[in-house]
């Protein structure tokens, strides 16, 4: 599979996430609003993804000898919760004064380096699932889409299947459809499918049901911000999935390229939650009816078996490389 994002001719070349499973498009986006309402509205999503857009769309600015600055801060703040984005604008914006051409390379260097992070990433936490697991094949829960269209390529947390895969160690993965945007009925399942690994689609509210059942070996997710003591913001609902996982006893494995860890933040109080309109509940309640809609919540360190980026296994505080420098 292609990139979900890349550099193309002038212009920022994405995967629109917004269009699948019915259909395959690519959207050619040549100016930083369309990047920034790409972002809001889904279109190209995942913190890592979100690391090269944020990238992109500063060297988008500087070739077309826009105000950089100003580009870069609001692609910087399109999405609050995704520190990766924010990351990838700076890293992108520390080449400005070399040049346009410098800071379009940092930003494909960023692309480069993605795939080869994830598959470490994933390859240090498939070493934990394996030592955390004696079942063999397994049965491995999966929420919200950490896969390679939460990226630049390969993925995270559902980079973990595919390298488990690759040695036939799986029997299945119960996909959560993840309310209220259905990444995980539409976006995971299609990547499980694209890849032929054998999988089921469940509502959110089955996870618990299924681990009661002995139908999951261990639960797999992203991350969108990591604070440094190891609490994690992801996808709304990992927290209940975290909770329902630490009664049942089975693992909760997190991975995320280093980039997402925010050592700014003492814990996960201080991580901004995105809320999204009500309307996208609302559409079969009583007429107005109030809505509580958030995008993100957080899941406390004592709940998480592991967090894991390419830098190493962390059972707790979770270190990060200056997020000044490349990763």
Known sequence: MRRTIDWGDGSVVIIDQTALPGEFRLLELDTVAGLVDAVKRLAVRGAPALGAAGALGVALSAHQNRDVRQDAELLATARPTAVNLAWGVERALGKLAQGKDAVLAEALALLDEDELLNKTASKHAAEVVLAECPRRPLRLLS??????????????????????????????????????????????????????????????????????????????????????????????????????????????????????????????????????????????????????????????????TAVVTEEGIFRGEVRSRDRRRSP
């Open 143 to 304: 929420h919200c889409n950490a896969g390679r269209l939460a990226t630049v390529g390969w993925g995270s947390a559902l980079g973990v299947v595919w390298h488990l895969h690759e040695q036939g160690l799986v029997e299945e993965v119960l996909v959560d459809e993840t309310r209220p945007l259905l990444q995980g009925a539409r976006l995971t399942a299609w990547e499980l499918a694209q890849a032929q690994v054998p999988y089921r689609v469940q509502p959110d509210g089955a996870a618990a049901a299924a681990m009661a059942r002995g139908m999951v070996d261990c639960v797999l997710v992203g991350a969108d911000r990591i604070a440094a003591n190891g609490d994690v913001a992801n996808k709304i609902g990992t927290y209940g999935l975290a909770i329902a996982a630490k009664h049942h006893e089975i693992p909760f494995v997190v991975v995320a390229p280093s980039s997402t860890v925010d050592s700014t933040l003492a814990d996960g109080t201080g991580i901004t939650i995105e809320e999204r309109d009500a309307g996208e509940l609302t559409e079969h309640t009583p007429e107005g009816a109030r809505a509580f809609n958030p995008a993100f919540d957080v899941t406390p360190s004592a709940l998480i």
